[in-house]
């Protein structure tokens, strides 16, 4: 399993198009091979900061994600909306806890 964890500082004034576009890609996204889990997150204090959360299945699926139709859409759609260059992690998990 490979968490992905996406920072990406929008411009202000296009925070509600990058909404509608992750509102338009987010099922898509779920539904291709290999993606488990996808979350969007904001940033409390700073309202142009979002997070992307995805886990997949390994890092082939990630790639094939990166790879596919379906990213480049999307991602030239987004990264004209872009306030400063995306900052990117794949994390792999040492722990999980619930209280």
Known sequence: MLTRVV??????????DFLRI???SKEKILAFE??????L????KYPSIFFTYSVWENETALNNYRHSD???????R?????ACRPEAWSL??????DS
Do not use: A, R
């Open 41 to 44: 997150f904001s940033d409390k």
């Open 34 to 39: 290999g993606c488990q889990h996808l979350k």
């Open 78 to 82: 987004t990264k004209k909306l872009f």
């Open 22 to 24: 992750f509102d338009e």
């Open 92 to 97: 792999d998990q040492l722990f999980e806890g």
């Open 70 to 76: 379906l990213f480049k859409d999307t991602w030239s």
């Open 7 to 16: 920072k990406l500082t929008i411009n202000l004034e296009n925070k509600v």
